[in-house]
Nanobody, 126 residues
Framework: QVKLVESGGGLVQAGGSLRLSCAAS????????MGWLRQAPGKERQFVAD????????YYANSVKGRFTVSRDKAANMVYLQMNSLNSEDTAVYYC???????????????????WGQGTQVTVSS
C-alpha cells in the first residue's frame, strides 16, 4: 500500500520558519515528481514546489521562490519542504503528492491521479 504521510506543520509567527516532512512508502518512486501543494480556506489548491525523485531537480511557484526549499532523501524515502520568511498568505493545509506528470502537479494537482498525503496545517500569525 502506497502511503505519503506529512508532518511538521503548526503555528508560527510571521517571519518564522517551518520544515515539513513527507514519509513515502509502499513503492519505488523512481520516475515520480514529489510535490508540495497547499490549499487555504475558500481558495483553490495551489502548487508550491516539486522535486524529481531521481536527479533531485527542483521547481517552485513564483510566490515561494527564494523562501522555500524542497528536497528529497532517497535513502530514507523522505521529502522535505523548508519554509522560511513565512507570512500570513502561506497559511494553508499543505499536501505531499507524487505524480509521473509534473505539469499536472504544477497546475494544482489531481487527487484522482498519483498519490496524496492527508495534509498538514500550517498557520502563520501576523
Amino acid at each position: 500500500q502506497v502511503k505519503l504521510v506529512e508532518s511538521g506543520g503548526g503555528l508560527v509567527q510571521a517571519g518564522g520558519s517551518l520544515r515539513l516532512s513527507c514519509a513515502a512508502s509502499g513503492r519505488n518512486f523512481n520516475h515520480f515528481y514529489m510535490g508540495w501543494l497547499r490549499q487555504a480556506p475558500g481558495k483553490e489548491r495551489q502548487f508550491v514546489a516539486d522535486v524529481n525523485w531521481i536527479d533531485g531537480s527542483t521547481y517552485y511557484a513564483n510566490s515561494v521562490k527564494g523562501r522555500f526549499t524542497v528536497s528529497r532523501d532517497k535513502a530514507a524515502n523522505m521529502v522535505y519542504l523548508q519554509m522560511n520568511s513565512l507570512n500570513s498568505e502561506d497559511t494553508a493545509v499543505y499536501y505531499c503528492a507524487a505524480d509521473f506528470q509534473p505539469d499536472r502537479l504544477r497546475a494544482g494537482g489531481d487527487r484522482d491521479e498519483g498519490y496524496w498525503g492527508q495534509g498538514t496545517q500550517v498557520t502563520v500569525s501576523s
